[in-house]
């Protein structure tokens, strides 16, 4: 299977709505970055974690290497939530970055 | 301010063409990437490098070369234009712990070859 696989592959959320994002991993990962691309196709970190959970305003990301998977937390969605989310995960070695397919995410009114 | 960026930012090439995609970074950071984004595959490794002299090949080398001139500049080549190569191809540069660190990604280049 996928070495990321990025769940859901779209989400649409009410502004004010809370959701989450995950990504689970078929082998063990030594960190996880999480990223939003916009509607621009800039692509905007939002996380790095090598372990454990990290928290920048409404947004919430953990890392669970043992149990293999990571998770984004959006809290009162707004409307400039809206793009794709990306997890990507370097492999045990540090020699890969693998991304996930992304979740498309939109935020309406 | 510390940054990624990108150059062209649009190509429209031909088959059989040269190309050549730049990028420059001025985050101080020893480690280079170049990636490409096609629908329904996120983003994939082309090449990476770990310093200037150095070029590593990554998940999808094949049709690329890259050089890394110095700490601050990293090029993908496109010796020979396929089709197959359209694509956005991201520049990211990181820190020094190889493909374990954080990276920081420019604003892409939208790659056309006709």
């Known amino acids: 299977g996928m070495p990321v696989e990025q769940n859901p592959p779209a989400l649409s959320l009410y502004e004010g709505a809370d959701s989450g994002l995950r990504c689970n991993f078929s082998?063990?990962?030594?960190?996880v970055q999480w990223f939003q691309q916009n509607h621009r196709g800039r692509l905007i970190t939002l996380f790095y974690?090598?372990?454990g959970t990290k928290e920048n305003g409404r947004l919430k990301s953990t890392f669970n290497s043992k149990e293999r998977y990571s998770t984004l937390h959006i809290k009162d969605a707004q409307l400039e939530d809206s793009g794709t989310y990306f997890c990507?995960?370097?492999?045990?070695?540090?020699?890969?970055?693998?991304f996930g397919q992304g979740t498309i995410l939109k935020v309406y009114l | 301010e510390a940054a990624v960026t990108q150059s062209p930012r649009n190509k429209v090439a031909v088959t059989g063409g040269k190309v050549t995609l730049s990028c420059n970074q001025t985050?101080?950071?020893?480690?280079m990437y170049w990636y490409r984004q096609d629908t329904g595959h996120g983003l994939r490794l082309i090449h990476y490098?770990?310093?200037?002299?150095?070029?590593e090949k990554g998940d999808i080398p094949d049709g690329y070369k890259a050089s890394r001139p110095s700490q601050e500049n990293f090029s993908l080549i496109l010796e020979l234009a396929t089709p197959s190569q359209t694509s956005v191809y991201f520049c990211a540069s990181g820190g020094d712990r190889g493909l374990d660190a954080e990276q920081f990604f420019g604003p892409g280049t939208r790659l056309t070859v006709l």
């Open positions: 974690l090598a372990q």
């Open positions: 985050n101080n950071h020893n480690n």
């Open positions: 490098s770990y310093g200037a002299g150095s070029t």
């Open positions: 990507a995960a370097a492999t045990s070695s540090g020699q890969k970055l693998v």
């Open positions: 082998t063990t990962m030594k960190s």
